[in-house]
């Protein structure tokens, strides 16, 4: 069973930076679609950035320039940095992984902007 524990949520001002951790085991299997969605509150789960095993990116319209997304040297791992954060970031955010035709989901970490 594949499991994706996320870190690194919390509250920060709008304009400060938070970066999101993301691991994925076991580390026997390779994940090769890793990223990041998240979901605010009365509102559909959204794509925020996407990481493949080449290193391809893709982001939301809303946080290109803002965000970045990277992968670790430990095996299935991905990062979210987010800088400038506006109160409308605030979300439940959600580490996703692709493996073996099936999307698996983090618990999510919660991040609040404050205004």
């Known amino acids: 069973q594949v499991r994706l524990v996320e870190s690194g949520g919390g509250l ?16 026997i299997i390779s994940i090769n679609d890793m990223g990041w969605y998240r979901q605010a509150p009365g509102k559909e789960r959204e794509l925020v950035a996407g990481i493949n095993s080449d290193g391809t990116t893709k982001f939301a319209n809303s946080v290109k320039g803002r965000f970045t997304i990277s992968r670790g040297n430990a095996k299935n791992t991905v990062y979210l940095q987010m800088n400038r954060l506006k109160p409308e970031d605030t979300a439940v955010y959600y580490c996703n992984g692709k493996w073996a035709r099936t999307d698996y989901w983090g618990k999510g970490t919660l991040v609040t902007v404050s205004s």
């Open 12 to 27: 920060v001002q709008a304009g400060g930076s938070l970066r999101l951790s993301c691991v994925g085991s076991p580390s």
